[in-house]
């Protein structure tokens, strides 16, 4: 069982910057995929951004240019970097692992952090 452990969300002003953490413990399937989704208020939840053991990420278009996922493995731990932040950011950001290759919906969820962007 893995569990997943979010922090860092809250209250910002438009264009300010937040930083999200997602700490996992438990047992992790390796190699894996740790990335942030979020899920706004009567929509679907979607992806932010992945970032694989080795480094690679993806984004979002929506957040490219914005955001940046990092990661340290030796910590099992997810970063999300948030820049520049818009009032259609807001919404409830959750962190996944999940073994590379998988969808999400098979890996483990965080219990989610609210994001709010003022406009």
């Known amino acids: 069982q893995v569990q997943l452990v979010e922090s860092g969300g809250g209250l910002v002003q438009r264009g300010g910057s937040l930083r999200l953490s997602c700490a996992a413990s438990?047992?992790?399937?390796?190699?894996?995929?740790m990335g942030w989704y979020r899920q706004a208020p009567g929509k679907l939840r979607e992806l932010v951004a992945f970032?694989?053991?080795?480094?690679?990420?993806n984004y979002a278009d929506s957040v490219k240019g914005r955001f940046t996922i990092s990661r340290d493995n030796a910590k099992n731990t997810v970063y999300l970097q948030m820049n520049s932040l818009k009032p259609e950011d807001t919404a409830v950001y959750y962190c996944?692992?999940?073994?590379?290759?998988?969808?999400?919906?098979?890996?483990?969820w965080g219990q989610g952090t609210q994001v709010t962007v003022s406009s």
């Open positions: 438990g047992s992790i399937v390796t190699p894996n995929t």
């Open positions: 996944n692992v999940r073994a590379i290759g998988a969808l999400p919906d098979f890996g483990s």
């Open positions: 970032i694989t053991n080795g480094g690679s990420t």
